[in-house]
């Protein structure tokens, strides 16, 4: 096995052996013959023992699989990406979809987000005409444990996951409202189960409250959470509770649209 075989096979990384491995899952997308290891070895022109070395490691990570004849096709990691990916771009079709047919919430500021590890990224926004001191653009990343997609986002999370994702402790607070520590934290993550809706009352923003509720894929999956933000000054009569209640079904219906029951 060369260098970047082996450095590739244990774990380790190497931009050839990368560009070589990317090739291989090309060639396999891409055409309809089937290709054994010699032949994808043949075909890229790479030497044997580096075909053999990343086919190896390949195989072990899930990204091509052998079938009964020796020859190669893909496996079953890159659907996964594939289907994420798809699934992040149905999602926002989804999201854009309901709010451009359901105007009850023009007056908010509305937002999308997915998780990325400790953080959320925002991926859709609408961003209501009355300013709130803070907006919300695509690409947008904050700490998941503050705002209101984070806790929906966070709270189904297995306890043992929780604990090590914060393992060093929660972010430096972005106001005094944020939350302290990682009990604190569980303890809101309780309340989002237990009512089916999250709320950020200044914990990004002092003065802004954020109400949010979970988007869920055709596995019953929380694939992303939906938030609205206002002023606390311009919380209407009917309260946090009514409108969580409303986003909540708003969330049910961009999930139907995924294909969650």
């Not at 030497?47 to 190669?72: C, F, Q, V, W, Y």
Request: with cysteine.
């Amino acid at each position: 096995m060369d260098k970047d075989a082996e450095k590739i096979a244990s774990g380790g990384t190497a931009v050839p052996a990368l560009r070589r491995a990317v090739e291989i899952l090309n060639l396999l997308a891409t055409s309809d013959e089937r290709f054994s290891s010699a032949e994808i070895s043949r075909r890229l022109s790479l030497p044997k023992s580096t075909a053999h070395g990343l086919l190896s490691a390949m195989i072990e990570l899930n990204l091509i699989r052998r079938s009964a004849d020796g020859t190669m096709r893909i496996g079953p990691q890159s659907v996964r990406w594939a289907g994420r990916f798809l699934s992040q771009m149905d999602v926002r079709t989804a999201f854009n979809d309901y709010l451009d047919t359901n105007r009850q919430w023009s007056a908010y500021t509305v937002t999308l987000t997915l998780r990325e590890g400790p953080d959320v990224i925002y991926i859709a926004c609408r961003n209501s005409e009355r300013p709130l001191g803070h907006t919300f653009s695509i690409g947008t990343r904050l700490p998941a444990a503050f705002t209101a997609t984070g806790k929906v986002l966070l709270s189904e999370l297995p306890e043992d996951d929780l604990d090590n994702l914060f393992s060093a402790g929660l972010p430096t607070r972005l106001t005094s409202n944020s939350v302290q520590t990682l009990e604190q934290l569980k303890g809101e993550l309780a309340l989002v189960r237990s009512r089916g809706f999250s709320v950020d009352d200044g914990q990004i923003r002092a003065g802004m409250v954020c109400v949010g509720a979970p988007v869920r894929d055709h596995d019953g999956d929380i694939t992303a959470g939906i938030a609205v933000s206002f002023l606390r000054s311009d919380l209407k009569s009917q309260g946090i509770a009514a409108i969580g209640e409303q986003l909540t079904t708003a969330g049910h219906a961009i999930s139907r649209r995924l294909g969650a029951t």
